[in-house]
């Protein structure tokens, strides 16, 4: 009797190791960080010294994370964070995740101010300017290729040439504004000042010298009663004609989409793929159109629309992504993608 309780023990005991060790192989599975597949993005808007420099990681399963920026400072622990180089120079950002997968990353950047001093434009406008005579400017740029100049009398462009003439019709102070290559980062402002035209005084009228053509009784009208003039019938009966489109009617404003990199296009279909954005959330990048062609592993072409329902609920990996952008409007136009779809613990194209 004792030998048999003694035998359902020790099959119980290993039974529970058994069932522990299945356990602990799913949680390991199912937590387990693929090292070749650490995905991390850095958006800099301008790649400069003094700049807030943005870092962020998608890594499936990452439960840690230990940021190394290369300069020094105190590594940061957070999935997404911020980091300010005080320097320019080549850093080697460094991500550790779960404290055993390392990936490295190379950021160049440089000097903030050097990049003003070459970038910002110069505004030479004259010493004395007046109203209603034409005052001339010109812009001193290296790199300029476009020019947009804004004279603080009306809202909107008023030049687009790099050495304008400008005629004031008001007096008084003005904020000269100059954005060269369509980059705000790099505008030069120039304050001046208008001065009201001046009205010489002239001799007075001599009326005496003044001859009349002829008499003053030729003006005067012929007495009797009123008579009504004929043309005031007429001109009721004159159509009026339709009013014609202004050259402001006319023109167009051209609507701009907001600026996407390929990496945060890339952030946004994942999230596609997991669910929580739509294809809707891409409409201000494409101007409103979801059906914009798809180039899809270099075989299949197929509208956006059509894209984001076929990777909707499923475990992608982007390989490469490229944005085909209208140069003057900045919307997408197109775009060629490469992805895997993860099957069966299988990575495949879809």
């Not at 400072?73 to 550790?96: A, E, I, N, Q």
């Not at 907001?258 to 296009?265: R, T, W």
């Not at 909707?312 to 775009?335: A, F, H, P, T």
């Amino acid at each position: 009797m004792n030998k048999k309780n003694i035998d359902i023990r020790v099959v119980f005991f290993f039974a529970i190791l058994l069932l522990i060790g299945i356990i602990a192989s799913i949680v390991q599975f199912f937590n387990h960080v693929d090292c070749e597949d650490v995905k991390f993005y850095i958006f800099s808007d301008h790649s400069q010294s003094d700049e807030s420099i943005e870092f962020y990681d998608r890594t499936q399963n990452a439960k840690s994370w230990k940021w190394d920026f290369g300069d020094g400072s105190v590594p940061d622990v957070r999935r997404h964070t911020f980091h300010v180089y005080k320097k320019p120079g080549k850093f080697m950002v460094t991500l550790t995740i779960n404290g055993d997968c390392t990936h490295t990353q190379e950021l160049i950047l440089n000097d903030k101010y050097a990049a003003d001093k070459l970038g910002t434009p110069k505004i030479i406008a004259p010493k004395v300017i007046t109203v209603g005579q034409p005052a001339y400017f010109k812009s001193i740029s290296n790199k300029a290729k476009t020019w947009e100049w804004a004279f603080g009398e009306n809202r909107g462009i008023d030049e687009t040439s790099a050495n304008p003439v400008y005629t004031f019709s008001t007096p008084g102070e003005k904020t000269i504004t100059l954005v060269i290559n369509g980059d705000f980062s790099t505008v030069a402002k120039k304050i001046i000042y208008v001065h009201p035209k001046v009205i010489k005084k002239t001799n007075p009228l001599d009326v005496t010298s003044y001859e009349y053509e002829k008499k003053a009784e030729a003006f005067s009208l012929p007495r009797g009663s009123v008579k009504k003039d004929p043309l005031e019938d007429m001109l009721q009966y004159v159509p009026v004609a339709p009013k014609t489109k202004t050259v402001k009617d006319s023109i167009n404003i051209a609507k701009k989409a907001p600026k996407i990199s390929e990496d945060q296009f890339e952030i946004l279909l994942n999230k596609v793929a997991e669910g929580s954005k739509i294809k809707d959330d891409f409409s201000e990048y494409l101007c409103d159109d979801l059906d914009i062609p798809v180039v899809k592993n270099d075989t299949d072409l197929l509208t956006f629309s059509q894209l984001c329902a076929a990777i909707k609920g499923k475990k992608i990996k982007i390989e490469s992504i490229r944005l085909n952008k209208d140069k003057q409007n900045n919307y997408v136009k197109g775009l060629n993608i490469s992805y895997k779809v993860k099957k069966y613990l299988i990575w495949s194209k879809d």
